[in-house]
């Protein structure tokens, strides 16, 4: 009898009663059924962020892939740039080379009108300068004699022919 003067017995018997009353009440069930619906909440947010990782990792690889395809475009369009330079410094350097050899013909062909012009030009200043000196020897000789005995004979040459 002394247990029934135990408060500890008390306690555990009102706890034993109390656990029976929720149990015939269902409030178990209920408390199933919260834990469920949480569980099936938490396994849902779990799936949905699985899937997001799934899909961030899929983009990532996309990505990735997209950067690999980048930068081999830039190493195919940087090598196709150098060899369009190189093609155009090697045109640049025939054009030169062209330009060069057509203008140097071109100051020979002018060098050589020149030097043709300027023997032109002394030829007939030396026929110039001939004629003024004969003129002026034909002009002393004139003068100083009446009659010219080369005009004389000319003149008489003529007579002879004409006969």
Known sequence: MELLTNAHFWVGAAFVVFVGVLVMAGVHKFAWQALGEAGAKVQAQLDEAEAVRREAQDLLAQVKSQKVAAEKQAAEM?????EEAKRL???????????????????ERKIAQAEAQAAADVRSAAAELAAQIAEDVLVKRLAG???????????????????
């Open 145 to 163: 004699a009446k009659t010219d005995p080369l005009v004389d004979q000319a003149i008489s040459q003529l007579g002879s022919k004409l006969q």
């Open 89 to 107: 410094g090697a045109e640049a350097q025939v054009k030169l080379a062209e330009q060069i050899e057509r203008r140097g013909q071109m100051a």
């Open 78 to 82: 940087l090598a196709a740039a150098a």
